[in-house]
């Protein structure tokens, strides 16, 4: 991506109209030194370190998204920001975009009440599953000047033609463990090895086409699977498993966003949690996301798509899932702005060429990444398969009240 990220409020009202309402995005790569890439993300074989010695493998790739990944000293000045495809091919920062259009763009209701776009979507990516962690809630990631991170995971098979080392997902606590067995665990972080913190959790192997809602204050280790993952636009974190990937995890993750006067203090990472969630002896059906058909869908009763919520259970954002059948042209609308990531087929989206790439080459642009302005969502975009044979299947991530029952 030899064009460096500019802003002008002329290019930004012309993208937005040139595209009507909706425009392409860049792919937004994000490297993780307490990962190791399961390289489904369709980047390059030769470019999962392109970042450099010491940052990591990439194994994440951001979508819809508002915010700089929080990558310690050496974090670029752009790392984790989405970037907008200008109309003369300049690459406009999201932030600033959003900051220009503000309600024409996401929508007077979100604009109103957050002054910003709050969340976006991931694609995670790792060969082991990650480490047993928690993201703040909402007192908490507060008092760090910071917002909380509820998150979700939906399978995509599209994503997942392999499962990796390790397919099995830890989420919350065994009812009945108490803060003093957990308390045992996170002391045991820092004398090296292994803490097994995770024998206080339960597994639960990856069911392609399902997924997890996972609210802020419960603990989790995603499972080696590519996950597509809509959640709040925040990077807070307390990594609680000493050892992921066959190595150490470091010292500091653990204490990455506690008060300087609070490192050390394992009570305040007890407190973290959400204790009723955690043990919840019920976590299977209350946090397992089963796939339904929209009701626009069900009652469009249109041989050419069906549309499926995949991410409902959180107020904060939700998700979709398009398959449009080959050689079919639809129009879709929903009532909200979104990101959308293109993963099978080729066709046309509103004005746009798009298409699930193959191989992707470390800063290169691609026709596969959007987001829809709040006017042109409920104008409805037509999405058009060209393929006369395969399935174009795209998935779509939303902001806060959108799901059914918010």
Known sequence: MSVLPTFSAAAADRTLDAGDGVVRLAPTWVPRVFSTPGRRIRLHPEDYYAFGKDRGGIDERWLA????????????????????????????????????????????????????????????????????????????????????????????????????????????????????????????????????????????????????????????????????????????????????????????????????DRVGDYDYILDLLDWKLNTDPDFTNSRRLIPFETDESVAAADPGYVEKWIVYKSAMFSAKELTVRPGASVVITDADAYGVIVIQGHGRFGVHPAAAPTLIRFGELTEDEFFVSEPAARRGVRVVNQSSTEPLVMLKNFGPGTAPGF
């Open 65 to 260: 998204s508002p915010i700089r990944a929080d990558n310690g000293p050496a974090t670029g000045d752009f790392e984790g920001l989405s970037l907008v495809r200008g109309a003369e091919g300049q690459l406009l920062p999201f932030d600033q975009f959003i900051a220009h259009h503000q309600d024409t763009l996401i929508g007077s209701r979100i604009w109103a009440a957050y002054g910003k776009w709050p969340v976006f979507a991931k694609f995670f990516d790792n060969e082991q599953s990650l480490p047993f962690h928690v993201h703040h809630r909402d007192e908490d990631a507060r008092a760090l000047g910071k917002v909380s991170k509820p998150e979700a995971y939906y399978y995509a098979p599209q994503l997942n033609n392999h499962l990796a080392a390790h397919p099995v997902s830890f989420l919350g606590l065994q009812p009945g463990v108490t803060r003093d067995q957990l308390r045992e665990r996170l002391i045991g972080f820092g004398k090296g090895g292994d803490n097994r913190i995770t024998e206080l959790s339960f597994g639960y192997r990856t069911q392609l086409g399902t997924g997890w809602d996972v609210p802020a204050g419960v603990l989790h280790a995603p499972a080696s699977a590519c996950t597509y993952e809509p959640q709040a636009a925040s990077d807070v974190l307390c990594m609680c498993e000493s050892w992921s990937n066959n190595r150490e995890v470091p010292d500091e993750l653990l204490w990455k966003d506690a008060p300087a």
